[in-house]
């Protein structure tokens, strides 16, 4: 759809965080959905508004409009209700995930360099959390698979084969285990929002 949707995208950030701080995702929200839809109303962002409208004057509907997909804005993201509803209660900056995430389409990746941890033992939980809230981001879950997490743990070089498991096990405020897959529970969410401010900043 577009030739250089990723310099789009920035634009789409940089506009939307000149926006008041409470009103930055929805602003971010009508943006990407002028992105995603070539025949979609002008967003109006003038000085004196407090909010970005859409073509009829209303504020931008609720829901995080779109993910990318292969460097171009697809799909509807899948009931992201609860990921806005995450994004909000904790005063998540619009930038901010793209600055940790790279959405593409049903997945995404953890970008961040410097986890900001030394041991391995904190990096793993670190990185828990952070694909935890990619599941809630792609999903209506917190979710993450365990063999996500040994993937990811083992491309920042933080596996610890012989205690893996007794990691998550010691973490049982934050992870609850379900089969095959952790879940994030409320406190575990909160510390996730916080990583992801810190890596972000």
């Known amino acids: 759809m577009f030739e250089n ?39 109006s962002l003038s000085p004196g508004n407090s909010h970005a409208a859409n073509g009829n004057g209303d504020k931008p509907t609720a829901g995080l409009e779109n993910d990318i997909s292969g460097g171009v804005l697809s799909r509807p993201a899948p009931s992201t209700d609860r990921a806005l509803v995450f994004l909000e209660q904790h005063q998540i900056p619009s930038g901010s995930l793209s600055r ?19 041991t391995n033992s904190k990096k793993q939980v670190k990185l828990a959390l952070l694909l935890g809230v990619g599941g809630l981001l792609l999903g209506e879950q917190p979710v993450f698979s365990k063999e996500r997490l040994i993937e990811t743990c083992r491309e920042y070089g933080a596996y ?32 996730a929002a916080d990583a992801i401010k810190d890596l972000a900043a």
Not at 10 to 32: G, M, N, T
Not at 100 to 114: A, C, E, F, Q, T
Request: include cysteine; charge should be negative.
């Open 5 to 43: 949707v990723a310099e789009h995208i920035d634009e789409a950030v940089r506009l939307a965080e000149r926006c008041p701080e409470k009103y930055q995702i929805p602003c971010f929200q009508a943006l990407i959905g002028v992105l995603a839809q070539s025949d979609a109303p002008p967003v």
């Open 100 to 118: 940790v995430y790279h959405l593409d389409g049903n997945s995404y990746r953890i970008i961040v360099k410097d986890l900001r941890e030394k």
């Open 160 to 191: 610890d084969a012989p205690n893996f498991a007794s990691h998550m096990k010691k973490q049982r405020d934050l992870f609850i285990s379900q089969g095959n897959e952790w879940s994030l529970t409320v406190p575990a969410q909160q510390r």
